[in-house]
């Protein structure tokens, strides 16, 4: 399957091109290349532009940032962008402060399964280790390594992966830093709810409304191994706005959201290496570095 599933790596980013820059470095390294790589940005300003123009011809790839204002977090939406211009049929999601196993594109892969999407797990950095590692350029760390927490995720064990590697619901330990979906189940719900503005929720939002249409979650460990770069808590102080939302499309067994995919209208990219000049978005300019 790994070698006929057609694939797009999501990186969502703002606004920390140093970070970026380490991710695009360990994507550069993989040992399946993904069929495509978006780099769907939040409205960072230009040093992640140039940190993209910097990786392309590295990575094994064709390489698109795909841009839009930055009005608050609206990570749901730019997700949904990138979703909507993806060309693979797997869609593997990822933080930009997520530093790759070499082989993490190739274990999803070979994860991949119909009627599942996949939520895999990261390996927490504190911020003298992540600090470290964005200024050598370190890609790996290991289970002895300092600085670290939650270090059985340093552990690559394909035994240990196939034997938690079973279909659930629920929404403990969801996180769209590493997760994979096939697009066709995103487009059966909508994909991401762009109600959700600001931190959180969006993740489990959506992982509510497939199992609603009979998508299951299985939980990859052991397998598509990825560092995440310490930074500062974003999560609100109080009450979350978001939790109602989420809440709701629980309660209610929603499937759909009203402001989700088909809010957008597919850019088209005639020439990979360059976007088709004057392409638009619903109410916006589709801005793209191709």
Same mark, same amino acid.
């Given at each position: 399957?790994?070698?006929?599933?057609?694939?797009?790596?999501?990186?969502?980013?703002?606004?920390?091109?140093?970070?970026?820059?380490?991710?695009?470095?360990?994507?550069?390294?993989?040992?399946?290349?993904?069929?495509?790589?978006?780099?769907?940005?939040?409205?960072?300003?230009?040093?992640?532009?140039?940190?993209?123009?910097?990786?392309?011809?590295?990575?094994?790839?064709?390489?698109?940032?795909?841009?839009?204002?930055?009005?608050?977090?609206?990570?749901?939406?730019?997700?949904?962008?990138?979703?909507?211009?993806?060309?693979?049929?797997?869609?593997?999601?990822?933080?930009?402060?997520?530093?790759?196993?070499?082989?993490?594109?190739?274990?999803?892969?070979?994860?991949?399964?119909?009627?599942?999407?996949?939520?895999?797990?990261?390996?927490?950095?504190?911020?003298?280790?992540?600090?470290?590692?964005?200024?050598?350029?370190?890609?790996?760390?290991?289970?002895?390594?300092?600085?670290?927490?939650?270090?059985?995720?340093?552990?690559?064990?394909?035994?240990?992966?196939?034997?938690?590697?079973?279909?659930?619901?629920?929404?403990?330990?969801?996180?769209?830093?590493?997760?994979?979906?096939?697009?066709?189940?995103?487009?059966?719900?909508?994909?991401?709810?762009?109600?959700?503005?600001?931190?959180?929720?969006?993740?489990?939002?959506?992982?509510?409304?497939?199992?609603?249409?009979? $998508?299951?979650?299985?939980?990859?460990?052991?397998? /598509?191994? @990825?560092?995440? *770069? #310490?930074? %500062?808590? !974003?999560?609100?102080?109080?009450?979350?706005?978001?939790?109602?939302?989420?809440?709701?499309?629980?309660?209610?067994?929603?499937?759909?959201?009203?402001?989700?995919?088909?809010?957008?209208?597919?850019? $088209?990219?005639?020439?990979?290496?360059?976007?088709? /000049?004057? @392409?638009?978005? *619903? #109410?916006? %300019?589709? !801005?793209?570095?191709?």
């Amino acid at each position: 399957m790994t070698e006929r599933l057609r694939s797009t790596l999501i990186v969502t980013t703002y606004e920390w091109p140093a970070a970026l820059d380490l991710t695009l470095k360990s994507i550069a390294r993989q040992s399946v290349p993904p069929g495509e790589v978006i780099v769907a940005d939040d409205g960072s300003g230009p040093e992640t532009a140039r940190v993209v123009e910097r990786w392309k011809g590295k990575v094994a790839a064709p390489l698109v940032h795909l841009w839009q204002p930055h009005e608050g977090f609206r990570l749901a939406r730019s997700r949904n962008r990138a979703i909507t211009a993806a060309s693979g049929e797997y869609l593997i999601i990822v933080d930009g402060d997520m530093v790759l196993h070499r082989h993490f594109v190739a274990d999803h892969l070979h994860a991949a399964r119909r009627g599942s999407f996949i939520q895999g797990v990261r390996l927490l950095t504190e911020a003298v280790t992540a600090e470290r590692m964005l200024r050598e350029g370190c890609l790996d760390l290991n289970f002895f390594s300092q600085g670290i927490r939650r270090r059985r995720h340093a552990v690559r064990n394909l035994a240990l992966s196939r034997m938690l590697f079973w279909k659930r619901t629920g929404q403990n330990a969801i996180r769209g830093c590493n997760q994979a979906y096939w697009k066709s189940d995103l487009q059966r719900v909508n994909g991401f709810n762009e109600a959700f503005v600001g931190w959180g929720r969006e993740d489990n939002e959506v992982a509510a409304r497939l199992y609603n249409v009979g $998508v299951r979650r299985r939980n990859l460990k052991f397998q /598509a191994l @990825a560092i995440h *770069l #310490h930074h %500062p808590p !974003r999560q609100p102080q109080g009450t979350n706005p978001n939790d109602a939302i989420l809440h709701q499309a629980i309660e209610l067994g929603e499937t759909w959201c009203p402001l989700g995919l088909d809010c957008h209208t597919a850019p $088209v990219f005639q020439n990979r290496s360059q976007a088709e /000049a004057g @392409a638009t978005e *619903l #109410h916006e %300019p589709l !801005r793209t570095f191709a």
